[in-house]
């Protein structure tokens, strides 16, 4: 059976490290520990042999350039491998 990994904005900040910044309206650390995150559980998943739905939590309009991070690494992810990086992703 599949199973879905989603990543919130604050565990996302979490995976790439507290000592790492995450100002207001960049959102650097959850950008990077989501879209880390997501190439992790790739590569991961298929040493335990189950298909894995990689998904974004809830995104307000004020995580907004989360999202927009981690689409740009959608998009280039794509560009390279002709599937997105992330499965799905919320928004409000």
């Not at 190439?39 to 927009?68: E, M, N």
């Amino acid at each position: 059976r599949p199973v879905t990994i989603q990543f919130s904005e604050g565990g996302a900040a979490f995976f790439a490290g507290k000592g790492l910044p995450n100002e207001k309206g960049k959102l650097q650390a959850s950008i990077l520990g989501a879209v880390c995150g997501a190439h992790y559980v790739r590569q991961v998943a298929p040493a335990y042999g189950i298909p894995v739905f990689v998904h974004s939590d809830h995104c307000a309009t004020k995580l907004l350039p989360w999202f927009d991070g981690m689409l740009e690494s959608d998009e280039a992810f794509f560009a390279k491998h002709g599937e997105p990086l992330f499965s799905s992703h919320m928004l409000d």
